[in-house]
């Protein structure tokens, strides 16, 4: 971590915290309640001066601040002086426990203006990778997509688009995207992401169109070699390498032979150079020369009608009376009329579907039909990807079905891979069936290379910068209506669902993406901020005993009944609140924690 970056971070969570307390400050001054401390940090004080009976000091800590005021915790109102906090109006106290939120939300609505009248950087609302089978895909959503619009809500970023998506519930949605100069209008079916929590429609943000920095270890052959930090890859052994590309073509140089000779062509300031090594095998990881057999049917593009036969669920079995062994459903290029038998129903039983397509159809058909792992009955059936690796060597053919990895049962990918990872030294024993007939075979698994270096590529990034004065208000204003209302329907799909709880991030989270933002330049760690005063804004509103939004809700409690909460609900309520707001704090640390692994 850099020092500049990190000392940001520091100051700009200590001084969110401080804003919320100095508001609370400047209402206790404005409702004329007396105020004992105005601390600057938390801890035992440091130096300071006291004036007007408050003592303004700094503390040993410098996160935030507090204020502390008089008559706060007499809550059975006995011997009240004028200036103490519950001797004061339901008004004054309302002032008073609002301030700390309303300093935050004014924070917002200055510093949003600024930085959009200024101009910040923001991941571009362009659609790079879209994933083969999801909603997206389903839509005919395309990379180079720029999305304009959402459910008529116009969309400055890619971020921006994520959080509509994740908000917009199970109902679709209707996207207003910009192709080729084109205008065009995509409604999409949005859907759960389990490993991620919130709902999506499958698409990544286009990267930047620059060559991947390479990132190299120091000490490693690349490095002796001469590569270095900052180095954009250009091409491997000759062939060009697009950013999107890059760790793709540089997973399958990880697989190559032990022994080959690895030549990049880089660019280095304005210089081109090349650069050549032989990597050395890796100690973990091993690998055999397979790929899976993918038969089982995930989706097919409504749009795509000469498939339409074939259903989600689907299993290949063959393809023209040839058992399938593939991983793309492709047909001959002068097309015509193919027969597809699939198994499929409860009990599965086969039946054939009848492709007839033309030439363009048939060149189509791979893209139009995307298969996925079958869900697995007699062994794994495998091709063999490198016809001169290890299993290849050792009689391993396409629609082999591997069922146990050194005597072991494998009954998925997942397993088969991990039980060939894990493997150290000597050969490999695999039960394999074939035409029905077991067989054993023993493959020397090779170990993947250690190419010494990765690489980095970056999101496409635009400027977004709002001309004028008077617009960079509105557009303030607007943002900051905005993100109040996404926080408010965030905390409502968590209770539906639809966003799930571990997405709540405490401390270490906000420190992360702090230093982040930090990192990325004043400009747009001035949004975060802003971001994040609003974010506590809402959260210190909530209803909850002991925050800000509780000690308003006591005082809803009095305006309508007329008198005040009893001192000992009001004693049982606040403990209550503590025990939430801890077991919170120990939750999202939690949430914090495994995110870090």
């Given at each position: 971590m850099s020092a500049g970056p990190l000392l940001l971070t520091i100051l700009g969570i200590g001084f969110m915290v401080f804003i919320h307390e100095l508001g609370h400050y400047l209402a206790a001054r404005a409702a004329r309640i007396r105020i004992l401390v105005f601390s600057l940090g938390f801890g035992p004080r440091v130096l300071g001066f006291r004036r007007g009976g408050c003592d303004y000091r700094l503390s040993l800590v410098p996160f935030g601040g507090y204020v502390l005021v008089a008559g706060a915790d007499n809550f059975e109102r006995r011997h009240l002086s004028a200036d103490e906090l519950n001797a004061k109006s339901a008004a004054a106290r309302t002032l008073y426990y609002a301030g700390g939120v309303l300093m935050n939300v004014a924070f917002a609505l200055i510093v949003f203006p600024i930085v959009f009248h200024r101009g910040v950087e923001f991941t571009a609302p362009v659609i790079g990778n879209v994933l083969e089978g999801g909603v997206g895909w389903q839509a005919d959503l395309r990379p180079g997509d720029r999305?304009?619009?959402?459910?008529?809500?116009?969309?400055?970023?890619?971020?921006?688009?994520?959080?509509?998506?994740?908000?917009?519930?199970?109902?679709?949605?209707?996207?207003?995207?910009?192709?080729?100069?084109?205008?065009?209008?995509?409604?999409?079916?949005?859907?759960?992401?389990?490993?991620?929590?919130?709902?999506?429609?499958?698409?990544?943000?286009?990267?930047?169109?620059?060559?991947?920095?390479?990132?190299?270890?120091?000490?490693?052959?690349?490095?002796?070699?001469?590569?270095?930090?900052?180095?954009?890859?250009?091409?491997?052994?000759?062939?060009?390498?697009?950013?999107?590309?890059?760790?793709?073509?540089?997973?399958?140089?990880?697989?190559?032979?032990?022994?080959?000779?690895?030549?990049?062509?880089?660019?280095?300031?304005?210089?081109?150079?090349?650069?050549?090594?032989?990597?050395?095998?890796?100690?973990?990881?091993?690998?055999?020369?397979?790929?899976?057999?993918?038969?089982?049917?995930?989706?097919?593009?409504?749009?795509?009608?000469?498939?339409?036969?074939?259903?989600?669920?689907?299993?290949?079995?063959?393809?023209?009376?040839?058992?399938?062994?593939?991983?793309?459903?492709?047909?001959?290029?002068?097309?015509?009329?193919?027969?597809?038998?699939?198994?499929?129903?409860?009990?599965?039983?086969?039946?054939?579907?009848?492709?007839?397509?033309?030439?363009?159809?048939?060149?189509?058909?791979?893209?139009?039909?995307?298969?996925?792992?079958?869900?697995?009955?007699?062994?794994?059936?495998?091709?063999?990807?490198?016809?001169?690796?290890?299993?290849?060597?050792?009689?391993?053919?396409?629609?082999?079905?591997?069922?146990?990895?050194?005597?072991?049962?494998?009954?998925?990918?997942?397993?088969?891979s991990a039980a060939v990872r894990g493997f150290s030294g000597g050969a490999l024993e695999l039960g394999i069936l074939r035409d029905g007939e077991a067989r054993t075979i023993k493959v020397d698994p090779a170990r993947v290379l250690d190419l010494g270096f990765t690489v980095q590529v970056n999101y496409l990034r635009e400027l977004y910068k709002v001309d004028g004065v008077g617009n960079a208000i509105h557009a303030g204003l607007v943002c900051s209506a905005d993100m109040l209302k996404q926080l408010y329907v965030t905390l409502k799909e968590m209770l539906t669902g639809d966003v799930s709880a571990r997405n709540l991030g405490g401390i270490i989270q906000i420190s992360r993406v702090s230093y982040a933002f930090a990192e990325s330049g004043f400009v747009r760690f001035l949004y975060f901020l802003a971001m994040l005063s609003l974010n506590l804004a809402f959260v210190n509103v909530l209803p909850i005993p002991v925050l800000d939004g509780g000690h308003l809700l006591f005082l809803l409690i009095e305006k309508i009944k007329g008198s005040p909460v009893s001192a000992k609900v009001h004693g049982y309520s606040l403990t209550l609140g503590l025990v939430f707001v801890v077991g919170l704090m120990v939750f999202v640390t939690y949430n914090d924690i495994l995110r870090l692994f």
């Amino acid at each position: 971590m850099s020092a500049g970056p990190l000392l940001l971070t520091i100051l700009g969570i200590g001084f969110m915290v401080f804003i919320h307390e100095l508001g609370h400050y400047l209402a206790a001054r404005a409702a004329r309640i007396r105020i004992l401390v105005f601390s600057l940090g938390f801890g035992p004080r440091v130096l300071g001066f006291r004036r007007g009976g408050c003592d303004y000091r700094l503390s040993l800590v410098p996160f935030g601040g507090y204020v502390l005021v008089a008559g706060a915790d007499n809550f059975e109102r006995r011997h009240l002086s004028a200036d103490e906090l519950n001797a004061k109006s339901a008004a004054a106290r309302t002032l008073y426990y609002a301030g700390g939120v309303l300093m935050n939300v004014a924070f917002a609505l200055i510093v949003f203006p600024i930085v959009f009248h200024r101009g910040v950087e923001f991941t571009a609302p362009v659609i790079g990778n879209v994933l083969e089978g999801g909603v997206g895909w389903q839509a005919d959503l395309r990379p180079g997509d720029r999305v304009r619009k959402i459910d008529g809500k116009a969309i400055y970023s890619f971020d921006n688009l994520r959080v509509e998506i994740a908000l917009a519930g199970r109902n679709p949605v209707e996207l207003e995207i910009e192709r080729d100069g084109q205008i065009l209008h995509k409604v999409v079916q949005t859907e759960y992401d389990e490993r991620e929590g919130f709902r999506r429609i499958s698409v990544l943000p286009q990267v930047e169109p620059v060559p991947a920095e390479i990132r190299v270890r120091p000490g490693s052959p690349a490095a002796q070699a001469g590569l270095r930090d900052g180095d954009r890859l250009l091409a491997i052994d000759g062939v060009p390498v697009p950013p999107a590309e890059a760790d793709r073509r540089l997973s399958q140089l990880e697989h190559s032979a032990e022994g080959t000779l690895v030549r990049l062509q880089v660019q280095r300031g304005d210089a081109v150079q090349e650069i050549a090594w032989t990597p050395q095998p890796g100690e973990k990881a091993s690998r055999i020369g397979i790929r899976p057999v993918q038969s089982r049917v995930v989706a097919v593009r409504h749009s795509f009608a000469p498939a339409a036969g074939l259903h989600p669920g689907d299993e290949i079995v063959a393809v023209d009376g040839v058992p399938f062994a593939d991983d793309r459903l492709r047909a001959p290029q002068e097309g015509g009329t193919m027969v597809v038998r699939v198994r499929r129903g409860t009990p599965p039983g086969e039946v054939d579907v009848r492709l007839v397509l033309t030439p363009e159809q048939a060149a189509s058909l791979a893209d139009n039909v995307v298969l996925t792992l079958p869900d697995g009955s007699a062994g794994i059936a495998v091709l063999v990807s490198d016809p001169n690796g290890p299993a290849a060597r050792g009689g391993l053919r396409d629609g082999d079905r591997i069922v146990t990895v050194g005597g072991e049962a494998v009954s998925n990918w997942g397993e088969l891979s991990a039980a060939v990872r894990g493997f150290s030294g000597g050969a490999l024993e695999l039960g394999i069936l074939r035409d029905g007939e077991a067989r054993t075979i023993k493959v020397d698994p090779a170990r993947v290379l250690d190419l010494g270096f990765t690489v980095q590529v970056n999101y496409l990034r635009e400027l977004y910068k709002v001309d004028g004065v008077g617009n960079a208000i509105h557009a303030g204003l607007v943002c900051s209506a905005d993100m109040l209302k996404q926080l408010y329907v965030t905390l409502k799909e968590m209770l539906t669902g639809d966003v799930s709880a571990r997405n709540l991030g405490g401390i270490i989270q906000i420190s992360r993406v702090s230093y982040a933002f930090a990192e990325s330049g004043f400009v747009r760690f001035l949004y975060f901020l802003a971001m994040l005063s609003l974010n506590l804004a809402f959260v210190n509103v909530l209803p909850i005993p002991v925050l800000d939004g509780g000690h308003l809700l006591f005082l809803l409690i009095e305006k309508i009944k007329g008198s005040p909460v009893s001192a000992k609900v009001h004693g049982y309520s606040l403990t209550l609140g503590l025990v939430f707001v801890v077991g919170l704090m120990v939750f999202v640390t939690y949430n914090d924690i495994l995110r870090l692994f």
